[in-house]
């Protein structure tokens, strides 16, 4: 089946920084990549949506100036949480989506911000 | 407002039981329902479903779709410790957007 990988897979950072996650689809093309987040013990909760080359679609009470992505090329999508808080730490999901319509999860990427 | 909710949110059974879990929606511009088993990590696809009364097979698992009802169920049979994660159900809109809404999950732990 259809690969998707994440980079990285924890990282720990201190308030205020900016962390890059990186989501990969490692042998299809996927036009449309979808971020996630989910909290302890809840479920998916749909950030963003992202089409290769333009602009993502943002679920509403998501801030686009905090959690950047770009989509840049059929294969990679990346998040940046700018200015993390301690409020943003977070298991981070992104999921790839190829001709078939099908979405192929990536493995997930924790945050713990200091 | 569209939603997904499953039931119950959380299940104990032992080795060899029988489980089925729910999952309701409200979903405008219904495209299909998926199901996914989530372990550690992000979640592994098991089933999609798009049509009435057809029931999918996998194994143990099968599940079923009632267009009508706005409800599918997912079987599992003579459960595993290996069964033991977080079940969750998804309604996939139309269109392009290919969004997924998700339920909260059912947790279930298969005990020895």
């Known amino acids: 089946g259809a690969v998707v990988s994440q980079h990285p897979s924890r990282v720990i950072c201190k308030s205020g920084t900016s962390v890059k996650i990186e989501c990969r689809s490692l042998?299809?093309?996927?036009?449309?990549m979808f971020w996630y987040r989910q909290f302890p013990k809840q479920s998916l909760m749909l950030m963003a949506t992202?089409?290769?080359?333009?602009?993502?679609?943002?679920e509403q009470g998501v801030e686009k100036d905090k959690f950047l992505i770009n989509h840049a090329s059929l294969t990679l999508s990346t998040l940046t949480v700018t200015s993390a808080h301690p409020e943003d730490s977070s298991f981070y999901i992104c999921?790839?989506?190829?001709?078939?319509?099908?979405?192929?999860f990536g493995p997930g990427t924790r945050l713990t911000v200091t | 407002e569209d939603k997904v909710v499953q039931s119950p949110l959380s299940l104990v059974v032992h080795e060899g039981d029988t489980v089925t879990l729910n999952c309701s929606y409200e979903?405008?511009?219904?495209?299909?329902l998926l199901w996914y088993k989530q372990e550690k990590k992000a979640p592994t696809f098991l089933f999609m479903l798009?049509?009435?009364?057809i029931e999918k097979k996998s194994g143990r698992l099968s599940s079923i779709l009632d267009k009508k009802e706005l409800f599918s169920i997912l079987n599992i049979t003579a459960t595993q410790t290996g069964d033991s994660a977080v079940y969750l159900c998804a309604g996939n809109l139309s269109g392009n957007t290919g969004k997924l809404i998700f339920g909260q999950g059912t947790t279930l732990q298969v005990k020895p």
């Open positions: 992202s089409n290769e080359g333009s602009k993502a679609t943002y």
């Open positions: 999921s790839a989506r190829g001709g078939t319509h099908e979405q192929y």
């Open positions: 979903v405008t511009n219904f495209r299909s």
């Open positions: 798009t049509s009435s009364g």
């Open positions: 042998d299809f093309q996927a036009t449309t």
